[in-house]
């Protein structure tokens, strides 16, 4: 189709077409500055919520229909930078969280080895293990550990058992063994949103004792998103950063198709965490993450996905207009 007016209307189609992420073109990351990637996997949350597998599909989905052009920053993310859909991470062995983690960090090694920063839908939230494995101290973040922007309404430190039904690099430690193999700096990462509904009163405990820097959502709600945004620029500056976002940190009303749904305390509304999203902009973003979609739960008009494609522009285009 020549006409370029007439292209971008037909692009618009969600139901026309190969979906790939956003109408990015389908290659390697060789040459790119950003690729992205879909990580397929279920297996990592341990419980009867598998369906997170399906959240890459579901958002390649509704992607075409997301923004274009970002009218606060005044870019166009697609040609500002080269950005590749690099495909699914195959996943053979999915009911072995243990052997997915391995692939999926065996794959990402090859995504930073290109000197592509990847940004990621899942799959739960074992996946940002994976991947962290392979970018952290690795060629994209210089060799230096990176430095979390994570979201989410659990800590995913939980050292006070050894596996979560089974799955020991699964969604629930993560933030722990990434830390004991030195692929994270805690001290220097922020964790913003924690309300879950805790099972001990020490639940918070293990992140402050490996260093993170933590606000819970009742201390957002004091403290308000210009003071914490102040202290995640101050904490991350200077350092490579890697953007974690489960969507279960979003009030229920606006990503209602999450595992782990927290109901009873308000979560983040969708400009609370764009803003904290953009505290990071302009920073060293060397790859980022959207985790926990449940398609299966998800409304008839696909609102979490949406969410979850706006989400992961926002984090497209502020790496676009570092590139």
Not at 47 to 71: F, I
Not at 186 to 192: C, D, G, W
Not at 209 to 222: C, H, I, L, P, S
Not at 296 to 305: G, V
Request: proline share 6%; glycine share 10%.
């Amino acid at each position: 189709m020549s006409d370029p007016h007439l292209n971008s209307m037909m692009e618009n189609l969600y139901w026309w077409g190969i979906p790939t992420l956003f109408r990015c073109p389908n290659k390697g990351p060789e040459g790119a500055d950003i690729a992205l990637v879909g990580v397929p996997h279920s297996t990592g949350n341990g419980t009867t919520e598998r369906d997170q597998h399906l959240g890459p599909r579901a958002l390649r989905n509704v992607s075409s229909v997301s923004r274009r052009m970002h009218g606060g920053f005044g870019i166009d993310p697609w040609t500002a930078a080269k950005i590749v859909d690099v495909g699914d991470v195959p996943l053979p062995r999915a009911n072995d969280n243990e052997a997915c983690i391995a692939d999926i960090t065996a794959f990402y090694e090859k995504i930073d080895a290109a000197g592509a920063r990847p940004v990621s839908i899942g799959g739960d939230h074992s996946i940002t293990g994976g991947i962290v494995q392979a970018i952290g101290r690795g060629k994209i973040s210089n060799g230096e550990p990176v430095c979390f922007l994570h979201l989410d309404a659990h800590t995913d430190v939980f050292t006070k058992v050894d596996h979560f039904l089974g799955a020991k690099k699964s969604a629930a430690h993560w933030g722990a063994y990434l830390a004991d193999q030195g692929h994270v700096d805690p001290t220097h990462s922020m964790q913003i949103g924690l309300r879950g509904h805790t099972r001990t009163l020490d639940w918070l405990q293990p992140s402050y004792d490996y260093g993170y820097n933590v606000v819970t959502m009742k201390e957002f709600r004091a403290r308000g998103l210009a003071d914490v945004a102040a202290q995640v620029r101050e904490v991350l500056q200077d350092r490579p950063v890697y953007i974690t976002f489960d969507l279960d940190c979003l009030d229920p009303t606006i990503a209602p198709g999450v595992s782990n749904i927290e109901a009873g305390e308000k979560g983040f509304d969708i400009d609370e965490a764009v803003g904290l999203l953009h505290s990071v902009r302009g920073l060293n973003i060397v790859g980022g993450d959207v985790v926990c979609m449940m398609p299966t739960k998800d409304s008839p008009n696909q609102i979490t996905a949406l969410t979850a494609a706006a989400v992961m522009f926002e984090m497209i285009s502020m790496m676009a207009e570092n590139v």
